[in-house]
């Protein structure tokens, strides 16, 4: 069935470091990639999402690459901040007119200190 | 993205209570997703529901899971007969329609199992 892995499961970067998160996927029809940013006891919230017919995005200091032929996908966040510290999700997902469903990676904890 | 409400926020029951959670999306969005997150770990499907029609249900348990979204009112997840297991963060997640792929979550219920 579909898979999405992701590494690693923790990530601690000083201030102003970049971090980088990376995520594979198993199911070739996948062609939906959002990024959530999760905070303790919060919902998940999308902070960038790509689509298969690009190869990278970019908003402000977060970007998002993408490899189809590798079927990876990874978030750089530049110019790290202490309110960049929680925890990141990746998901893929297969088309709306399947279901759309989002299958999530097991989270990134990513500590930025000052 | 706020505009997914969940109620309640948090739900306590005694094992083998029945629980009810209910999920208003987006006002307009037709498609909604249950998402499951236990104790420090990611987020995984459950069920996809449009109005009045369960979609896809491929990740909800066979047994004491159910689901809904009827043509007036919230969508509702119900569990019967609850046990310690059943214990997580239940997300709602909403989104537009066709050809649309972006979902957009609500603050989940914390579901506690005694």
């Known amino acids: 069935g579909e898979n999405v892995e992701q590494h690693p499961s923790t990530l601690s970067v000083q201030e102003g470091d970049s971090a980088v998160i990376k995520c594979t996927y198993s199911?070739?029809?996948?062609?939906?990639f959002p990024w959530y940013k999760q905070e303790l006891g919060k919902r998940p919230q999308l902070i960038i999402d790509?689509?298969?017919?690009?190869g990278e995005k970019k908003d402000q200091r977060i970007a998002v690459t993408l490899n189809k032929t590798a079927k990876h996908f990874s978030l750089h966040i530049t110019e790290t901040q202490p309110e960049d510290s929680a925890v990141y999700f990746c998901?893929?997902?297969?088309?709306?007119?399947?279901?759309?469903?989002?299958?999530f990676g097991q989270g990134t904890t990513l500590q930025v200190k000052p | 993205n706020a505009g997914v409400m969940q109620n309640p926020r948090h739900l306590v029951r005694r094992r083998g209570q029945e629980a009810r959670l209910r999920c208003s999306p987006v006002?307009?969005?037709?498609?909604v997703y249950w998402y499951r997150q236990l104790p420090e770990e990611g987020l995984k499907f459950m069920v996809y529901?449009?109005?009045?029609?369960?979609?896809?249900e491929s990740g909800m348990p066979k047994e004491r899971f159910s689901a809904e979204f009827p043509k007036e009112g919230p969508s509702i997840l119900r569990i019967q007969q609850v046990v310690r297991g059943d214990s997580a963060a239940y997300f709602c997640?909403?989104?537009?329609?066709?050809?649309?792929?972006?979902?957009?979550f609500g603050p989940g219920t914390r579901l506690t199992v005694l």
């Open positions: 997640a909403s989104r537009a329609g066709a050809g649309t792929d972006t979902q957009y």
């Open positions: 199911d070739s029809a996948s062609n939906y």
């Open positions: 790509i689509r298969s017919n690009v």
């Open positions: 998901a893929a997902s297969i088309p709306p007119r399947n279901t759309g469903k989002l299958i």
């Open positions: 006002k307009g969005h037709s498609h």
């Open positions: 529901l449009q109005k009045e029609n369960i979609i896809d």
